[in-house]
């Protein structure tokens, strides 16, 4: 691999488009080649904000411009959940590696299609979960992996937001726009705890799915959600909704025989409640407040994408790790079968 790597962004209707196009251009090993947004409207209307991220950014004209361009080797996929499936499609046939932003899509033999391909390939695909760099959240995953926390038997991720009933800067992120997944604000953000959740315990056993409207307009959208992990020893419950009043009480809590591990607020990450029923690992016996960098989000990950398409590390989750996630997303959200 050349010491620095030409890559674009396909899309800008995600939720995260700005912020990964910005980490992507502030990378010191990385040349931008541009950004390719199929729907006009929206590229005005981004230049017209006047941002600087969109003013000075090098707008591509067509898909070709990134695509049949040898010299790109990597792509983001920022489109809107419902169009970036086929967008990753069409980086990975270019033979494009990919830097996918969450969820991977609602077919999911489509995206296992797509990964076979990439694997087939040599390609790498890295789905843009944005906890997987996070201070609270590596730890928890260390201790609850290496059985400093005993046997773990019960994983909670409480994960709410809130949405406006319609989004006029961008219509697909409002209640109205994600009344089109089915699943809901599950669909939309749930991929990020079952990330760490599935990394922890592995592929669950059933998953059982509970959704509800509980105050949108958009009566098809599923605002209150709850879903259940089964595991032969365990049981993990990821719970999310749209409405809940800012600022948000996210948190993250796990459960072992030996000790348990609680995170609230999640972002900014700030301290983490750790509780031992022995003194181990530098930590005392009781209660334990441990204060947490606050990282910025998606600089850690993307690093990490960069280094192992350089060949300088492994990649941090595997594609088989990537699949489980998204296969995990859909029995959650009752688009595959529990």
């Given at each position: 691999?050349?010491?620095?790597?030409?890559?674009?962004?396909?899309?800008?209707?995600?939720?995260?488009?700005?912020?990964?196009?910005e980490?992507?251009?502030?990378?010191?090993?990385?040349?931008?080649?541009?950004v390719?947004?199929?729907?006009?409207?929206?590229?005005?209307?981004?230049?017209?904000?006047g941002?600087?991220?969109?003013?000075?950014?090098?707008?591509?004209?067509?898909?070709?411009?990134?695509?049949?361009?040898?010299?790109?080797?990597?792509?983001?996929?920022?489109?809107?959940?419902?169009?970036?499936?086929?967008?990753t499609?069409?980086?990975?046939?270019?033979?494009?590696?990919?830097f996918?932003?969450?969820?991977?899509?609602?077919?999911?033999?489509?995206?296992?299609?797509?990964?076979?391909?990439?694997?087939?390939?040599?390609?790498r695909?890295?789905?843009?979960?944005?906890?997987?760099?996070h201070?609270?959240?590596?730890?928890?995953?260390?201790?609850?992996?290496?059985?400093?926390?005993?046997?773990?038997?019960?994983?909670?991720?409480?994960?709410?937001?809130w949405?406006?009933?319609?989004?006029?800067?961008?219509?697909?992120?409002?209640?109205?726009?994600?009344?089109?997944?089915?699943?809901?604000?599950?669909?939309?953000?749930?991929?990020?705890?079952?990330?760490?959740?599935?990394?922890?315990?592995?592929?669950p056993?059933?998953?059982?799915?509970?959704?509800?409207?509980?105050?949108s307009?958009?009566?098809?959208?599923?605002d209150?959600?709850?879903?259940?992990?089964?595991?032969?020893?365990?049981?993990?419950?990821?719970?999310?909704?749209?409405?809940?009043?800012?600022?948000?009480?996210?948190?993250?809590?796990?459960?072992?025989?030996?000790?348990?591990?609680?995170?609230?607020?999640?972002?900014?990450?700030?301290?983490?409640?750790?509780?031992?029923?022995?003194?181990?690992?530098?930590?005392?016996a009781?209660?334990?407040?441990i204060?947490?960098?606050?990282?910025?989000?998606?600089?850690?990950?993307?690093?990490?994408?960069?280094?192992?398409?350089?060949?300088?590390?492994?990649?941090?989750?595997?594609?088989?790790?990537?699949?489980?996630?998204?296969?995990?997303?859909?029995?959650?959200?009752?688009?595959l079968?529990?």
């Amino acid at each position: 691999m050349p010491e620095m790597l030409k890559m674009a962004q396909y899309g800008t209707k995600h939720g995260h488009a700005q912020g990964v196009f910005e980490v992507m251009s502030a990378h010191p090993e990385v040349e931008m080649a541009g950004v390719y947004e199929p729907d006009h409207a929206r590229r005005r209307q981004l230049i017209a904000t006047g941002d600087p991220t969109w003013t000075g950014a090098n707008w591509l004209n067509d898909p070709s411009e990134l695509l049949d361009d040898p010299s790109v080797v990597a792509v983001s996929s920022e489109g809107a959940n419902r169009e970036s499936l086929g967008h990753t499609e069409q980086i990975i046939a270019a033979g494009k590696h990919a830097f996918y932003d969450k969820p991977a899509g609602d077919d999911y033999q489509r995206f296992e299609r797509l990964v076979e391909d990439a694997r087939s390939k040599g390609l790498r695909i890295q789905m843009g979960y944005m906890f997987r760099n996070h201070d609270g959240f590596e730890r928890i995953a260390n201790w609850a992996r290496s059985g400093f926390l005993g046997h773990v038997f019960q994983v909670r991720a409480h994960m709410s937001t809130w949405l406006p009933e319609s989004n006029p800067a961008n219509p697909v992120l409002g209640r109205e726009g994600l009344a089109h997944h089915r699943g809901g604000i599950l669909y939309d953000l749930g991929g990020h705890v079952l990330d760490q959740v599935v990394w922890i315990l592995g592929r669950p056993n059933r998953v059982t799915p509970f959704m509800q409207n509980a105050a949108s307009e958009a009566r098809d959208f599923m605002d209150n959600t709850l879903a259940v992990l089964e595991y032969p020893r365990a049981i993990a419950t990821v719970d999310i909704a749209a409405m809940e009043a800012r600022p948000m009480a996210r948190r993250f809590e796990v459960y072992g025989t030996e000790g348990s591990a609680i995170m609230e607020p999640m972002e900014p990450a700030d301290t983490l409640r750790l509780t031992l029923s022995e003194a181990k690992g530098g930590y005392p016996a009781g209660v334990s407040e441990i204060k947490l960098e606050a990282r910025p989000r998606y600089v850690a990950s993307f690093a990490a994408f960069v280094r192992s398409l350089k060949g300088e590390s492994e990649p941090e989750r595997s594609l088989d790790h990537e699949l489980l996630v998204q296969e995990t997303l859909m029995r959650a959200t009752g688009g595959l079968a529990g």
